[in-house]
């Protein structure tokens, strides 16, 4: 079954024959709000449940179950975030549109092929709704999901950020590497000073690691001790010569 399945299964089964006879009808209300083709059909019969400003609590939420029984629909969290609820009225999407607002949601209305359809996709709105309909096991498992999403999304951008930042130090490494092997090749190599020497000579040594590394290799050296700004300002300072030769 699909994840909104499983939910209104839920709510079903929740249901308590203690219930009080506002909240049924307010539940059969929210129903009806999304199959009547105009909002004036509901007038008289369930005329207290029109002004919002005077919902009790308990009828809020039995109305918003009544909408999701009616044709609400929770996208499957492991692929999307998304909660919808398709009216054949505009008006009465734009009165669901109006309480949950009240709520502190945000929910949108769009037109879908003569459908009007309210919608939000923030995944702690969606998991507010699910607690506010009372589908607890619902609430765990989505977020369950949620959790785990957001764990492997911080594990990708961690891998892609130090993805990015070795091909940086690789890319940086070769030109460095290039400019060396250039000043030697046109016999400017054993001109320049001990310290350019010096650094030149790390890089060679330790061809792909980061200027950090290279100068925690020097942190016991007093007399050549530098620091990865001054390793990247002699390297910069050896491709600018390089850069030079005609």
Known sequence: MSFSSDVKDEILKNFSGNQKTCCIKAEKFGEYLTSVPLKNILGNEFKEYLDISKLKECCIKSILKGVFLGSGCIVDPMLDYHFEVIFKNKACGEYILNLLSVLDFTPKMIKRKKQNVVYFKESEQISLFLSILGANNAVLKFEQIRVEKEVKNSINRTTNCETANLSKTINS???????????????????????????????????????DYIASKTAKDEKNKISKSGLKHRLDKLIQLAAEIK
Request: aromatic share 8%; hydrophobic share 35%.
């Open 173 to 211: 490494a070769v030109k460095q590497i290039e400019a060396i092997k250039k000043l030697k090749e046109h016999g400017k190599f054993a001109s320049l000073n001990d310290k350019l020497k010096y650094t030149a000579n790390l890089r060679l040594k330790y061809p792909t690691e980061s200027l």
